[in-house]
Structure formats: structure tokens, C-alpha cells
């Protein structure tokens, strides 16, 4: 496809990514502990562990994909940075004053060396885990996402020389470089130990939170992209590399810990993204592309900052650790999943999109301005890859 030709819109990749948040939902729910019942409890926990993994690497790589897609080799660095800050940051600062306020208000205030690198998205550099993993803990994905966009004009532009013949190659060698990161994490410090799964603190961080290793994965989405662009041959269709996730999730579950983490479902997933949007080239309907799926995964970003606030907090008003019978639980959860829905449907219309239409664009593109564009300066971003550019979300556990 060639790059001045206006590209499809990919309604299919924004619509995943509701399927996507959804067990990422499961495994926080999981962490309040809601049932009483020990067998249910212990069934629920076996079904939704390594859902949440493997989700935040579906986002990571889809991230890379959709940016991908919606790049031009004529766009400046600068407007892109903008239009991701203005996308990133309202919602972030939002979720985090949020949380400074919940914390205090239950008596475990946030200290300085958590909230100040949290508010820059800056936490996940440190391997302490009271720091990458604190306020709105799951802002730490949000902080590898934008260390991805500080590096993507560089990136796409070498990636962009690569030969079309031999991008599959060279996915290939990510996917490999992606394989070996926990035996590369072995040769860290195997002390503290982690709280949960196994190893050590310092062995999951690099696995799991360090940013230029999970950049193996954005890198990854660009490289997809650019197959789907210059029309390498996909080796197999979406339904196939759907059912794929399902053996490589019980894989996940057979695997030591810090392997389970990354590892067994990057192949499926670097299969299935590309499928998804050559079905969107090609112009073919699914559930995915309907109307209700893609409203829903633009407003994921959203969901994904305000659900574990609600799980965590809304668990404290009713009791902390507190358990319920299993119809109890099962419908606190249910309404849980529904107002974090709400919310965020509110928080995309009334904060996310009038943040972008204000802040992403310069002031002289804005409606009104007297002052004409300069496209050489700073080219106005193409159409959105779908109804949402929102790559953001990578969200994690």
C-alpha cells in the first residue's frame, strides 16, 4: 500500500480492545478477593490468572500497529508528541489526583517519591515496587507507552528502510528477542522476593515493567503494520490465530512464573493483529467492527484508568478483605464492570476528546484561528486509523 494512498480505517483493532480490557478487568477482581466460597474462589483465580498478561502485550503490540498505520513519512515528531500528550495526560492527571484523594481519605497517603515520578510517568524506571506500582497502579503501562512515543519517530523511520521481503525476518527475530527476556532476567538479583508468582522484585520489573523491554513488543506492532502496508503475504487468517491464544494461555499456566508472563502468547498475537486489519483492508464485517464494540473500545483507555480505582476503593467502603457468597460477589462485580463503563464513556466524551480537539491540534489549525496552517511545519494528523487512535491503553495488571 503505498504511503500517500489515504488509508482504510481499522474499526476491527479498536473494537478488539474491548475483548482485550476484559480480562485485565477479571484479574484485578481477582486481587480484592471477593468470594467466600474457597472452591469457587480457586476455580475463579485459575480461570482468569494470565488473561491480564497476555492482554497488556496484545495492547503493547497493538499500540506500535495503530500508530504505525496512522503515520506518514511527512509527520513531524513534534505534533505527533503533542497529540499523544494531549490524549495521555488529562485523563492521567485526573486518575492520579484521584487517587492521591482516595489514598489519603483511607488513611495510606501516597509520600513524594511515589506520587511525584507517578504524576510524569516517570515510575517505571525504578525497580522499587512502592513506586512502579503505586496511586492508579496501573499507570505503570501508561509510563512504558510513553517512552514507546518518544521513541517512535526514530523507530518507524528505520523500520521504514527495512525491506519489504524482509520484514517477516526481522519480526521474527523480535518475537525471538521477546522469548528470551526471562532468561536474561536470571542474571539480576534474586532477592527481594516477589509477593506473588515467583522470583525476585527486581526480576519481575525487568521482565514485566522495565520500558525498553516491553518496547520489544511496541517495536513489534510496527513492524506487523508495515507487513499489512506493503502487502506481505499472512500466514494464516484471524480465526486461526484466535483459537491459538487458548493453548497458549494454558501453556502460560504451565510455565515458571516470569515465563508465563510474556512469552507463550506473542506468537498468536503477532499473528492475529495483522489478520484483523487485512480483514479491515479487504472491507469485511465481523461483531468486531459493529457498532457497539467500536464505542466500546474507544472509551478503553478511560475504563482502564478508573477500574482498578473502583475494585480497590469501592472493596475498602464495603469492608477491606471482606469476601461475599458467590451471588453477592458475582453481582458486586457485575456492577462494578458496569459503572466503570459509565464512567468512562463520560470521562472519553467530556475529558479525553475535548483534551485532544484542544491540546493535540496547534493553535493556528483550531477552529476560529486567523492564523493559516503551516503543513511543513507541522502536517495536521491524517484520519484516524478507526473510530479511536487511542493506541494508549496497554493496560496492565
Given at each position: 500500500?503505498?504511503?500517500?494512498?489515504?488509508?482504510?480505517?481499522?474499526?476491527?483493532?479498536?473494537?478488539?480492545?474491548?475483548?482485550?480490557?476484559?480480562?485485565?478487568?477479571?484479574?484485578?477482581?481477582?486481587?480484592?478477593?471477593?468470594?467466600?466460597?474457597?472452591?469457587?474462589?480457586?476455580?475463579?483465580?485459575?480461570?482468569?490468572?494470565?488473561?491480564?498478561?497476555?492482554?497488556?502485550?496484545?495492547?503493547?503490540?497493538?499500540?506500535?500497529?495503530?500508530?504505525?498505520?496512522?503515520?506518514?513519512?511527512?509527520?513531524?515528531?513534534?505534533?505527533?508528541?503533542?497529540?499523544?500528550?494531549?490524549?495521555?495526560?488529562?485523563?492521567?492527571?485526573?486518575?492520579?489526583?484521584?487517587?492521591?484523594?482516595?489514598?489519603?481519605?483511607?488513611?495510606?497517603?501516597?509520600?513524594?517519591?511515589?506520587?511525584?515520578?507517578?504524576?510524569?510517568?516517570?515510575?517505571?524506571?525504578?525497580?522499587?515496587?512502592?513506586?512502579?506500582?503505586?496511586?492508579?497502579?496501573?499507570?505503570?503501562?501508561?509510563?512504558?507507552?510513553?517512552?514507546?512515543?518518544?521513541?517512535?519517530?526514530?523507530?518507524?523511520?528505520?523500520?521504514?528502510?527495512?525491506?519489504?521481503?524482509?520484514?517477516?525476518?526481522?519480526?521474527?527475530?523480535?518475537?525471538?528477542?521477546?522469548?528470551?527476556?526471562?532468561?536474561?532476567?536470571?542474571?539480576?538479583?534474586?532477592?527481594?522476593?516477589?509477593?506473588?508468582?515467583?522470583?525476585?522484585?527486581?526480576?519481575?520489573?525487568?521482565?514485566?515493567?522495565?520500558?525498553?523491554?516491553?518496547?520489544?513488543?511496541?517495536?513489534?506492532?510496527?513492524?506487523?503494520?508495515?507487513?499489512?502496508?506493503?502487502?506481505?503475504?499472512?500466514?494464516?487468517?484471524?480465526?486461526?490465530?484466535?483459537l491459538l491464544l487458548v493453548p497458549a494461555q494454558l501453556l502460560a499456566k504451565q510455565l515458571p512464573f516470569l515465563w508465563g508472563l510474556t512469552t507463550p502468547a506473542i506468537l498468536p498475537i503477532a499473528l492475529l493483529?495483522?489478520?484483523?486489519?487485512?480483514?479491515?483492508?479487504?472491507?469485511?464485517?465481523?461483531?468486531?467492527?459493529?457498532?457497539?464494540?467500536?464505542?466500546?473500545?474507544?472509551w478503553t483507555f478511560a475504563f482502564y484508568l478508573v477500574h482498578r480505582l473502583i475494585l480497590d476503593h469501592g472493596h475498602r467502603a464495603l469492608g477491606a478483605g471482606r469476601a461475599f457468597t458467590t451471588p453477592v460477589a458475582a453481582a458486586l462485580l457485575l456492577g462494578v464492570?458496569?459503572?466503570?463503563?459509565?464512567?468512562?464513556?463520560?470521562?472519553?466524551?467530556?475529558?479525553?476528546?475535548?483534551?485532544?480537539?484542544?491540546?493535540?491540534?496547534?493553535?493556528?489549525?483550531?477552529?476560529?484561528?486567523?492564523?493559516?496552517?503551516?503543513?511543513?511545519?507541522?502536517?495536521?494528523?491524517?484520519?484516524?486509523?478507526?473510530?479511536?487512535?487511542?493506541?494508549?491503553?496497554?493496560?496492565?495488571?
Amino acid at each position: 500500500m503505498p504511503e500517500s494512498v489515504r488509508r482504510p480505517r481499522l474499526p476491527s483493532l479498536t473494537g478488539i480492545r474491548f475483548l482485550i480490557v476484559v480480562p485485565v478487568f477479571a484479574f484485578h477482581a481477582d486481587m480484592e478477593k471477593p468470594f467466600g466460597d474457597a472452591g469457587v474462589a480457586d476455580a475463579y483465580a485459575w480461570l482468569v490468572a494470565n488473561g491480564a498478561w497476555t492482554a497488556i502485550s496484545c495492547f503493547f503490540v497493538l499500540s506500535g500497529f495503530v500508530i504505525t498505520w496512522g503515520s506518514r513519512p511527512g509527520h513531524g515528531a513534534r505534533g505527533f508528541w503533542r497529540r499523544r500528550a494531549a490524549k495521555i495526560y488529562p485523563l492521567h492527571v485526573l486518575t492520579w489526583a484521584a487517587a492521591l484523594v482516595l489514598l489519603a481519605a483511607a488513611g495510606t497517603a501516597a509520600t513524594a517519591r511515589q506520587a511525584v515520578p507517578n504524576l510524569f510517568l516517570v515510575h517505571t524506571w525504578n525497580p522499587d515496587r512502592e513506586v512502579f506500582s503505586s496511586l492508579d497502579d496501573v499507570s505503570w503501562s501508561i509510563s512504558c507507552e510513553i517512552f514507546f512515543y518518544a521513541a517512535f519517530p526514530l523507530l518507524v523511520r528505520w523500520i521504514r528502510r527495512i525491506r519489504p521481503e524482509r520484514l517477516w525476518a526481522w519480526t521474527a527475530g523480535v518475537i525471538a528477542a521477546v522469548l528470551l527476556v526471562p532468561a536474561a532476567a536470571a542474571l539480576l538479583p534474586d532477592h527481594p522476593p516477589l509477593p506473588f508468582g515467583s522470583g525476585s522484585v527486581w526480576q519481575f520489573w525487568f521482565v514485566y515493567v522495565f520500558p525498553p523491554v516491553r518496547l520489544l513488543e511496541f517495536v513489534l506492532g510496527i513492524l506487523l503494520a508495515r507487513i499489512v502496508l506493503t502487502g506481505r503475504r499472512l500466514p494464516i487468517g484471524a480465526l486461526p490465530a484466535a483459537l491459538l491464544l487458548v493453548p497458549a494461555q494454558l501453556l502460560a499456566k504451565q510455565l515458571p512464573f516470569l515465563w508465563g508472563l510474556t512469552t507463550p502468547a506473542i506468537l498468536p498475537i503477532a499473528l492475529l493483529l495483522p489478520a484483523l486489519a487485512a480483514r479491515d483492508v479487504a472491507g469485511r464485517r465481523s461483531f468486531l467492527t459493529s457498532r457497539p464494540m467500536v464505542t466500546l473500545g474507544s472509551w478503553t483507555f478511560a475504563f482502564y484508568l478508573v477500574h482498578r480505582l473502583i475494585l480497590d476503593h469501592g472493596h475498602r467502603a464495603l469492608g477491606a478483605g471482606r469476601a461475599f457468597t458467590t451471588p453477592v460477589a458475582a453481582a458486586l462485580l457485575l456492577g462494578v464492570f458496569t459503572a466503570a463503563w459509565l464512567l468512562a464513556g463520560l470521562l472519553h466524551r467530556y475529558v479525553e476528546l475535548p483534551a485532544v480537539r484542544l491540546l493535540g491540534t496547534p493553535r493556528r489549525q483550531r477552529p476560529g484561528s486567523r492564523t493559516p496552517p503551516d503543513p511543513a511545519a507541522d502536517p495536521a494528523p491524517e484520519p484516524a486509523p478507526s473510530t479511536s487512535t487511542s493506541s494508549d491503553l496497554a493496560a496492565t495488571t
